[in-house]
């Protein structure tokens, strides 16, 4: 009883939950909206910009899918129904699948193709398969966005594609997802699939933390420059989901990071979360100081974006290596002796350039001692 008593007082003072969130932010430098709520009853478990607005990038794509299961609940189509690519389809940029103009696909593939590969061509199929047009499935996404509560949410296209006017949060994303977890549950392997087949062609998922992490069963990831790296993570353990959204890293190692941490934060203390009464999703009151749309461009680890290179994992690793065996190779070399030069070349020796060379934010991630080990092992599997 004493005991009982004693954690109690302890988590009322709010003592035991400041220090679980100072290890949870340990290491991060930038942070994006990130937000972990239970799946099936709404209570938010941790919160942190959750009403900012940003741009979902191919998480736009949850809804497409939402509209999809809708359409085959309501008899409109099949799985087996065949759709076309159309000539505007065709010319949406890659992520694509890439048909020609007038080839056809079922809906369970289209459905395979838009989770996994994340294709935006075959978001445009659905979306005019559906609609009849894209302008109309896009007023279908509105409409289902309001009727879901999500008030902060506009859609202009079916794929989340660069576009000023395409915003959302990551409290109306996780309602987004808590839908479509609830009311599809037929469909829910389509979340879980790490990988897929067109013919001889293997194509893996985005989800790195569904190889990588313990109950990980979806959902979608996001990356556009402006974005940056987004993530709807769910997993499960002792029947319980729990789902993590992630906006906004530099990387999508720190994505992949970020959200497993969430949710090992989320499966460690939900007991004495649920004791306290945890907010919900509905009740919990929208940020005072919410910001609005904002573009991370200048800040993500991507040539495409702004020139930056993002150093991988095995970079960093080999560097190391080189590091150690410079010093292991000055510790035995003897007093007096010349170290070896590259000759006329002019060349700064490779170990010497590694030593040289400043940490990179995955380097020091990478060292980070407040990391859970599964948050460690999903940060290797980070895919865009």
């Not at 987004?176 to 699939?193: C, D, G, N, Q, T």
């Not at 979806?218 to 974005?227: A, E, M, P, R, W």
């Not at 934060?265 to 919990?284: C, I, Q, V």
Request: hydrophobic share 40%; aromatic share 4%.
């Amino acid at each position: 009883m004493r005991r009982t008593f004693t954690l109690f007082a302890l988590l009322s003072t709010g003592l035991l939950a400041g220090l679980l969130t100072s290890t949870m932010m340990a290491g991060r430098a930038a942070a994006g909206p990130t937000l972990l709520v239970d799946a099936q009853t709404g209570k938010v478990l941790y919160a942190e910009d959750q009403d900012d607005l940003w741009h979902p990038a191919s998480l736009t794509k949850i809804m497409t899918a939402y509209i999809t299961f809708e359409a085959l609940k309501a008899g409109k189509l099949t799985l087996e129904t065949k759709i076309t690519n159309s000539e505007n389809a065709s010319l949406q940029p890659p992520s694509k699948i890439g048909l020609p103009v007038g080839a056809e696909m079922t809906v369970d593939l289209a459905l395979r193709s838009l989770i996994i590969k994340s294709a935006n061509d075959v978001a445009m199929n659905l979306a005019e398969a559906i609609g009849g047009s894209e302008q109309a499935f896009v007023e279908m996404m509105n409409a289902t966005a309001k009727k879901l509560g999500m008030t902060r949410t506009t859609f202009v296209n079916p794929n989340g594609l660069p576009a000023p006017e395409q915003i959302t949060t990551a409290r109306d994303l996780a309602k987004l997802s808590r839908a479509v977890i609830e009311k599809f549950p037929e469909h829910a392997h389509y979340w879980s699939m790490a990988d897929m087949r067109i013919g001889r062609i293997y194509i893996p998922t985005h989800n790195g933390l569904l190889k990588s992490f313990e109950g990980a069963d979806g959902l979608k990831t996001g990356f556009i420059c402006d974005s940056g790296y987004n993530i709807v993570a769910t997993a499960t353990r002792d029947g319980r989901k729990l789902v993590a959204v992630v906006l906004g890293e530099a990387t999508g190692r720190d994505r992949n990071i970020r959200a497993a941490s969430l949710l090992d934060h989320g499966f460690a203390t939900y007991g004495w979360k649920d004791m306290l009464g945890a907010s919900t999703l509905d009740r919990m009151p929208v940020q005072a100081n919410a910001r609005g749309i904002s573009s991370i461009r200048q800040e993500v680890m991507n040539f495409s974006c702004n020139g930056r290179r993002h150093r991988s994992a095995n970079v960093v690793a080999k560097a190391r290596q080189a590091r150690a065996k410079a010093t292991k190779a000055a510790a035995t070399r003897p007093t007096g002796a010349v170290p070896q030069t590259t000759g006329s070349t002019g060349k700064e020796p490779a170990a010497a350039k590694a030593q040289a060379a400043p940490k990179t934010k995955a380097a020091l991630a990478n060292s980070t001692p407040a990391l859970a080990p599964a948050a460690k092992a999903a940060a290797t599997k980070a895919q865009q």
